[in-house]
């Protein structure tokens, strides 16, 4: 009897150990659906974008995925990114420029569904939308923005 329930045992502990070594490590297979991912508020963009981490964490150095979801009539105000930034559209249409401030008259780069941008590090660029949009970023972490005026930063006007 004790045979058996170490048996048991033993098998119990080898198969969770199987299945945690594949959930969400990173040599594991993922499938994500659309309809699974969690919005939440982004704090270090102005308010009315919504977030949504695929991979992460963001701040960490490690390969970082996000969506993020932009209102209608949205600005983003002039920043930069310190590491290489990819931008791939999904739904909508991001309307980018460069320059250290948001001109909308300049935002001539128009992401739509299925474009890709990639922007060396410290850039200073724009953005805005006229529709909702859907972005995705992808690349190494950690992700952050910082804003060419440091007063439009929303996280100093929460303070």
Known sequence: MKTASITR?????ALVTAFSGMAWSDNSHRMISAEDLKWTDLPSL?????????EGPLG??????????FPANYRLPAHIHPHFERVT????????????????ENATMVLRPGDMMIMEPNTPHFAMTKEETI??????????????????????KSQ
């Open 60 to 69: 960490e150095a490690v390969p970082v995925t996000a969506r993020i979801k």
């Open 89 to 104: 559209g999904l739904t909508g249409a991001f309307y980018m420029g460069m320059g250290d401030k948001l001109d909308a």
């Open 135 to 156: 972005v995705q970023l992808h690349g190494p972490g950690p992700w952050s923005i910082v804003y060419v005026n440091p007063d439009d930063d929303p996280r100093k």
């Open 9 to 13: 045992s033993i098998t119990m502990a």
């Open 46 to 54: 102005p308010p009315g974008a919504k977030l949504a981490v695929i």
